[in-house]
C-alpha cells in the first residue's frame, strides 16, 4: 500500500494507543482503501489525485477508526492528522513569503492554481467571480471531498479539509486577505473563497 500522510498518521496512532490491535489494525487499513480505490477505478487520473492524497484515505482511515474509538473521538483524531499536515504548509508558505514581493503575486498563483488542479476533469465546479492580479475570487459550487464524504456516510468528515485550508492560508501576510463566510463541507451552498490584497488602510 502506498503511504501518504494520513496512512502514516494513521499507524502512528494504531502503534501508541492500540499496540497490541496494531497488526489488524493496519491491515483493516489497507483492506478498506483497496476497496475504495476500486470502487473508484473509473476516476480521471485529475480526480485520482485527490482521491488518493486526501480523499480515499482519510475515509478509510476515519472508518476504521471508529472499530476502537467512539465516532466524535475518531473524528477529532482524523481533524488532527489533517491539521498537522496544514500547519507544516502554511510553515512552508510562509518562509517562501520572505521573498521580498512575492506576496503580491498570491492571489495570481491562486487563481492559476484553481484552473489546473481544482477543475472540472478532478470534479470541482467553480464561478469565478473576480479573478485579476490582485484579487482571487470565486465560489466554488461542487467539491469532490465534499460528494465523496457524503457519498460514503461521513459528511461530517469534510469540514477537517475546510479547516485546514482556512489554517494554511489565513493571515499569510498583513496586506493579504483570506475569507471564507460558508462551505459545502460545512453545510453551506457554495464555498466562496476570496483572496485579495488589501487596499491601503483597509
Known amino acids: 500500500m502506498k503511504k501518504n500522510y494520513l496512512v502514516t498518521a ?26 475504495l480505490r476500486e470502487e473508484n477505478a473509473g476516476a480521471t487520473p485529475e480526480e485520482k489525485f485527490h482521491l488518493e492524497s486526501q480523499i480515499l484515505p482519510s475515509i478509510a482511515a476515519y472508518q476504521v477508526l471508529q472499530t ?18 496544514a500547519w507544516k504548509l502554511r510553515k512552508g508558505i510562509l518562509g517562501l513569503l520572505r521573498i521580498p514581493g512575492l506576496w503580491r503575486r498570491v ?3 491562486f487563481a492559476r492554481g484553481t484552473r489546473k488542479f481544482f477543475g472540472s ?35 461530517e468528515l469534510c469540514p477537517c479539509f475546510c479547516d485546514s485550508d482556512d489554517i494554511t492560508y489565513g493571515d499569510l501576510h498583513p496586506r493579504l486577505l483570506w475569507r471564507r463566510t460558508e462551505t459545502l ?5 457554495r464555498c466562496d473563497f476570496c483572496l485579495k490584497i488589501k487596499e491601503d488602510g483597509r
Open 10 to 35: 494513521f499507524q502512528k496512532t494504531a502503534a501508541q494507543r492500540f499496540p497490541e490491535q496494531a497488526e489488524a489494525l493496519n491491515w483493516a487499513l489497507e483492506k478498506r482503501l483497496a476497496e
Open 68 to 85: 476502537v474509538l467512539p465516532r466524535e473521538e475518531a473524528l477529532a483524531t482524523l481533524h488532527g492528522y489533517v491539521e498537522e499536515r
Open 107 to 109: 492571489p495570481g498563483l
Open 121 to 155: 476533469a478532478a470534479g470541482f465546479a467553480a464561478r469565478e467571480l473576480e479573478v485579476t492580479g490582485s484579487v482571487w475570487r470565486i465560489d466554488m459550487t461542487k467539491c469532490p471531498y465534499h460528494d465523496a464524504c457524503v457519498r460514503y456516510g461521513c459528511p
Open 185 to 189: 463541507g460545512r453545510g453551506g451552498g
